[in-house]
C-alpha cells in the first residue's frame, strides 16, 4: 500500500528554470494538498484540491500553479523558480468532509534554487 | 484569523515524561491532531483529539484539550531516544474541506 507518492525526493534548480513536482495517491482520497515547509514556520498550504476538477488557494500561492490531473493526481509547478522557493514540499491527501478525516502526507521533496 | 502556535524545542531525559504545549485561536476547530516528523520523512498522525472529548489516552500518549483556554497538550510517558522527533500540533477548521492549519513543530530532544 503506497499511499502518497511524491516524485522527486530531491531537486536542484537554477533560477528562473521551471519544474514540476508529481504526487499520487492510491487511497481514493477527494482531497489533496501542497504544502511547504520552511525552519521555524510549520506547514504553509500553498494549494489544495477539495475534489477532483477543483483547486483553491491556500496561504501562500504566490509562483506556483498546480493541476488535479484526476482524482488520484495532483501536480505542483513552478514556472520561474527563486531561492525564496527553496523549501520542502508535502503532498498529502485526505478522505472527505467526515470523520476523522486525518491528512496522508507524502515523504517529501527537496527543492533547492540557486 | 487562524493560528497555531508552539514551543520550538524540548529536551528531556529518557525515562522522564515529555509535554508538548499548543495553542489555536479557531474556536469552531473540530478536530485537533498531533503528528510526528522523523527527520527526512513525512509527517504521520500520532493521535487526534474531537472538539467535544476534553482527554484522550493511547498507550504512552496522552492528549488534553482544555478548550475554553484553547490549549492542547501531548504528554509522552516515558520517554525514548526514538521519541526524538518533530511534533506539530494540527486543527481542523471548519468549511467545506479538510482545511488543516499547523504549528510551527516542537523539536523534542531525547538525551540519555
Known amino acids: 500500500n503506497a499511499g502518497v507518492t511524491q516524485t522527486p525526493k530531491f531537486q536542484v534548480l537554477k533560477t528562473g528554470q521551471s519544474m514540476t513536482l508529481q504526487c499520487a495517491q492510491d487511497?481514493?482520497?477527494?482531497?489533496m494538498y501542497w504544502y511547504r515547509q520552511d525552519p521555524g514556520m510549520g506547514l504553509r498550504l500553498i494549494y489544495y484540491?477539495?475534489?477532483?476538477?477543483?483547486?483553491d488557494k491556500g496561504e501562500v500561492p504566490n509562483g506556483y500553479n498546480v493541476s488535479r490531473l484526476n482524482k488520484r493526481e495532483f501536480s505542483l509547478r513552478l514556472e520561474s523558480a527563486a531561492p525564496s522557493q527553496t523549501s520542502v514540499y508535502f503532498c498529502?491527501?485526505?478522505?472527505?468532509?467526515?470523520?476523522?478525516?486525518?491528512?496522508?502526507f507524502g515523504q517529501g521533496t527537496r527543492l533547492t534554487v540557486v | 484569523g487562524e493560528d497555531v502556535e508552539q514551543s520550538l524545542f524540548l529536551s528531556v531525559r529518557e525515562g522522564d515524561s515529555s509535554v508538548i504545549n499548543c495553542t489555536y485561536t479557531?474556536?469552531?476547530?473540530?478536530?485537533l491532531y498531533w503528528y510526528k516528523q522523523e527527520p527526512g520523512a513525512g509527517l504521520q498522525l500520532l493521535t487526534y483529539?474531537?472538539?467535544?472529548?476534553d482527554m484522550k489516552q493511547d498507550q504512552r500518549l496522552t492528549v488534553l484539550l482544555n478548550k475554553k483556554d484553547k490549549h492542547l497538550s501531548l504528554r509522552i510517558a516515558d520517554t525514548q531516544t526514538g521519541d526524538s522527533a518533530i511534533y506539530f500540533c494540527?486543527?481542523?477548521?471548519?468549511?467545506?474541506?479538510?482545511?488543516?492549519?499547523f504549528g510551527a513543530g516542537t523539536r523534542l530532544a531525547v538525551h540519555p
Open positions: 494540527a486543527e481542523r477548521v471548519s468549511g467545506g474541506y479538510n482545511k488543516l492549519i
Open positions: 479557531d474556536s469552531s476547530s473540530t478536530y
Open positions: 487511497m481514493n482520497h477527494n482531497s
Open positions: 498529502a491527501s485526505s478522505g472527505g468532509t467526515g470523520g476523522t478525516t486525518e491528512a496522508f
Open positions: 483529539i474531537f472538539s467535544n472529548m
Open positions: 484540491s477539495a475534489s477532483e476538477g477543483t483547486t
